[in-house]
């Protein structure tokens, strides 16, 4: 004879529901990432499946709270949007903190779903914001619970994690329940996706593309949100992180992978055709031109201009691998 709670697992799974552990484990993640309670994440090691570039070999790197997660797409992934970003890695997010249920959570800065955009006075702007979601157990073990943001690091070619030096880091967790508490806030009003460079109206007569780089004054992109959060919150500033106009022109000029960006017409106010951004620069007259340098927030008060790009900061001396 079964048992009564045996019989009760059974008639759940024929009638395809979920056992009261795992609808306990959706409805945590629900007030995790749709309510933006993350008060309910510890700060627990997660062991992160990571694998490098041309190493399809799993290293499972103990992450902790504001450790940083770096991706990117094979050169032959067919993925040319993603190499409009000069580098390896293309885009970074950061790991926060586990449920209950041991599963990991992390927040990204990135576009919406369909893309949307707009130009006006404000010049070219692309819809998106920063985002929280559920990133699996340790180990790679169990997926998450319930799928909420198609956005996931499940589909990139492959992934690594960095933490900051001890000194850094240090510095920074410091500044815990400050950082914690911007989060929440930033969450709540779906703090925008800004993009790196300016592009307004004049740029039609000026033919100027300017590198922008504000902080959290409007928006940030996926790395600037770390970058400004670090830096304006803890005080904390990350080496060599930044490229300039004339490396960035370098690489749509002479990389073989720069060489073959192209900028669709739906996301060009300048033209109603596809084309290179190569093709911009030599055909159309368009330059890329560096932001004005500007001073940080940090102790030692550096003075940066150009833009935080993810292959930066991955290869920054400032940042370790992280270990036990």
């Excluded at 979601?133 to 690091?153: E, H, R, T």
């Excluded at 967790?173 to 969450?187: A, K, Y």
């Amino acid at each position: 004879m079964f048992s009564k709670q045996t019989a009760l697992l059974l008639t759940l799974l024929l009638l395809g529901c979920q056992s009261p552990e795992e609808m306990d484990a959706i409805d945590l993640q629900k007030k995790i990432v749709l309510e933006n309670q993350i008060e309910l994440l510890s700060d627990d090691v997660w062991h992160f499946p990571a694998h490098q570039a041309g190493d399809q070999t799993t290293t499972y790197l103990p992450m902790r709270r504001f450790d940083l997660i770096f991706t990117g797409y094979d050169t032959h992934s067919g993925s040319t949007y993603e190499h409009v970003i000069p580098g390896t890695y293309t885009h970074m997010l950061a790991y926060i903190g586990k449920d209950a249920n041991g599963f990991a959570y992390g927040i990204e800065m990135n576009t919406d779903m369909d893309a949307t955009y707009s130009i006006g006075l404000n010049g070219l702007q692309v819809g998106g914001q920063l985002y929280l979601y559920c990133l699996g157990s340790d180990y790679g073990a169990k997926p998450c619970p319930a799928d909420l943001y198609f956005f996931g690091i499940e589909r990139y070619d492959y992934l690594w994690g960095k933490t900051l030096t001890p000194d850094l880091k240090a510095r920074l967790m410091f500044h815990e329940n400050t950082l914690m508490t911007t989060v929440r806030e930033d969450l709540a009003i779906g703090f925008p996706f800004q993009l790196p460079f300016k592009v307004t109206l004049m740029t039609a007569f000026t033919k100027e593309i300017i590198l922008h780089e504000d902080g959290r004054r409007n928006g940030t992109d996926c790395v600037d949100y770390f970058v400004s959060l670090f830096e304006q919150k803890a005080g904390v500033c990350m080496d060599n992180i930044r490229i300039g106009a004339d490396e960035i022109t370098s690489y749509f000029l002479n990389d073989p992978q720069g060489k073959k960006v192209v900028l669709p017409a739906a996301y060009n106010p300048f033209t109603e055709k596809d084309q290179t951004i190569a093709e911009m620069l030599t055909e159309e007259g368009f330059s890329i031109v560096d932001n004005q340098p500007r001073q940080t927030h940090c102790p030692e008060s550096p003075i940066v201009s150009g833009i935080a790009i993810p292959d930066r900061v991955f290869n920054s001396s400032s940042l370790v691998t992280p270990t036990l």
